[in-house]
């Protein structure tokens, strides 16, 4: 038993030292290609680009130089952001888009290809998060999940690639999450749908290797982005909200929209075919790739640590429906920030504030 143990101690150790020289390796060949063709006056796509990190996004492709399109499902909120790029001196187009329907995404790629030219960035950001126990999600959860957050990204991918092809250059940047490496408690409609896109990412990368087209598998952890008060709570909505929306605002858990957005596009330039941030989700997926029993066990005591399921079915209901004295309070700060500043709230919500 105890040699069985060291043997396994020493391939445990022999597995670091690969990933640490991989790591290496990684870093060097990203250091000898440099930041990566500009973005100045190239077509910028960005799903989801009305509020959050999308319209983070949008504003630092802008101020890089980029013409940037932005789509989203809701008309008002998709003005609000579009009107204040304009102000900010951005060019900007902004399109009303489903992403989950196919048709819609088609007028969206012919809309942005007749008034700023073909795409030369696409950046799939557009999702929804499910967060509550699994034995209160229904299938609706997680068909939701699947048609914006791995749908909502083959649509457009599909659409802009016969361009790419043509001219055998482009980016496809697909934000996945640490949820796609990882399968993390209350979140499994999202996980599973986010496991599909990291899948889907890496494998179309491979393929299109040879033909100056780089697909970018974009890897987050927690963000301050605003998102939580528009994500769908079930079970105990209030406590669900509580952990999720203070998770979502610690600094050292968290890391600011703005730090995500400029990684994600130095990755782009570059053509990198991943980016993980930041660290404790690097970390995280660091002890999951060494130690997977390790990792299993520290993922079911958070779980436990979790709200349990109600005994009475609580239905569907927004972050911003399910607030208590635990949230908003001082220690969702950061992210109640975030929020004002991305244009999560409507213009009630913020004149009430």
Known sequence: MGTRRRADGRARYRTGLIIAGAGGAVLLARALRGSGPSLAGRVVLITGGSRGLG??????????????????RDPETLERARASLTEAGADVMAVTCDVADR?????????VTEELGPVDVLINNAGVIEVGPADTMAVRDYEEAMATNFWGLLYPTLEVLPAMRDRREGRIV?????????????????????????????GLR?????????????VPGLMRTGSPRHAIFRGKHQAEY????????????????????????????RGDAEVLFPLTARAATLLNALAPDLTAGVLAA????????????????????????????????LGERAARHNNQLSPAEARAR
């Open 103 to 111: 048709t819609s995404v088609r007028a969206l790629i012919q809309a």
């Open 206 to 218: 491979a393929e299109l290797a040879g033909e100056g087209i780089r697909v970018v598998t974009v």
């Open 242 to 269: 509580a952990w999720f929306s203070i998770s979502d605002s610690l600094p050292g858990l968290s890391i600011s929209a703005e730090s995500a957005a400029r990684r994600i596009l130095g990755a782009a330039r």
């Open 302 to 333: 958070a779980g436990r640590l979790l709200p349990g399921s109600p005994d009475e079915p609580t239905g569907r209901r927004e972050g911003k429906d399910s607030r208590s004295w635990l949230s908003p309070s001082w220690l969702t700060r």
């Open 55 to 72: 319209l983070v996004l949008a504003r630092e492709s802008a101020a890089q130089g980029a013409r940037v399109a932005i789509c989203a």
């Open 174 to 202: 697909n934000i996945t999450s640490i949820g796609g490496k990882l399968g993390i408690p209350h979140l499994l409609p999202y996980s599973a749908s986010k496991f599909a896109a990291v899948g889907f990412s890496q």
